[in-house]
T-cell receptor, first 115, second 111 residues
């Protein structure tokens, strides 16, 4: 399966712990996007990355959240000192370099539960 | 004003009927428009993409775009119970960097 791979599928963290979510884009895709979805709500844009570059992080909370997409390996969304309000589904999506404005292909998501 | 607006629904239609889903967007420079379907507990999957004014048909689905009115719609003909899901309208702005999603419309197709 050459789709967008996210892991883990489910993640439980206690308040104050760190959560690390991983995403490997589709083969041939070099653009990665992270979205957050609260129950019964739409997808909220968080960050857009290319290899080794953050292109747009306008949707990322200013504190505790960070993202990276290193030259080698998956993209990582890191949430430090998690709080209950961070409980949500986090989706990663990828798109190719060309054509511009290609649709996004989504992974299965990581369901984060903060206890 | 929200960047991408949809009626949250739920929209309920009988099996075999046409379901009409609507979406408006605020960024006049938007270039690309998408409809995704999301089943409960699952990830969004692409149904249609449309880039120019007019209609685009794919099987039972027709997307309509009117950039002057900043309006996108999705028609589902011969609706089936398996079409019951949340439909997300998504818009990519100028520069093609960020895709913004509406809150989604829940569709129920009654057998």
């Amino acid at each position: 399966n050459a789709g967008v791979m996210q892991n883990p599928r489910h993640l439980v963290r206690r308040r104050g712990q760190e959560a690390r979510l991983r995403c490997s884009p589709m083969k041939g895709h070099s653009h990665v996007y992270w979205y957050r979805q609260l129950p019964e709500e739409g997808l909220k844009f968080m960050v857009y990355l290319q290899k080794e570059n953050i292109i747009d992080e306008s949707g990322m909370p200013k504190e505790r959240f960070s993202a990276e997409f290193p030259k080698e390996g998956p993209s990582i969304l890191r949430i430090q000192q998690v709080v209950r309000g961070d409980s949500a589904a986090y989706f990663c999506a990828s798109s190719p370099v060309e054509p511009v404005n290609s649709p996004l292909h989504f992974g299965n998501g990581t369901r984060l539960t903060v206890t | 004003q929200k960047e991408v607006e949809q009626n949250s629904g739920p929209l309920s239609v009988p099996e075999g009927a046409i379901a009409s889903l609507n979406c408006t967007y605020s960024d006049r420079g938007s270039q690309s428009f998408f409809w995704y379907r999301q089943y409960s507990g699952k990830s969004p999957e692409l149904i249609m993409s449309i880039y120019s004014n007019g209609d685009k048909e794919d099987g039972r689905f027709t997307a309509q775009l009117n950039k002057a009115s900043q309006y996108v719609s999705l028609l589902i003909r011969d609706s089936q119970p398996s079409d019951s899901a949340t439909y997300l309208c998504a818009v990519t702005g100028a520069g093609g960097f960020k895709t913004i999603f509406g809150a989604g419309t829940r569709l129920f197709v009654k057998a």
